[in-house]
């Protein structure tokens, strides 16, 4: 997996991105990347999201 504090617009690898945690699209080299973290039981989280509309439907969802 990339580093999600990479660049991402940049020879990233389709197979190698990060997916879409709303409609599971691997995310190489969009500028529409969207990353929401946060600390869940002493643990970093991180979901991914192609754009604004697939991470406010993730909104949604939680």
Do not use: K, Y
């Amino acid at each position: 997996m990339v580093d999600p504090t990479s660049d991402l617009e940049e020879n990233v690898d389709p197979e190698d991105a990060p997916t879409c945690a709303t409609c599971g699209e691997p995310i190489a080299n969009n500028p529409t990347h969207r990353v929401v973290t946060w600390v869940e039981d002493g643990a970093v989280q991180a979901r991914h999201f192609c754009d604004d509309d697939c991470r406010d439907a993730w909104d949604d969802e939680r």
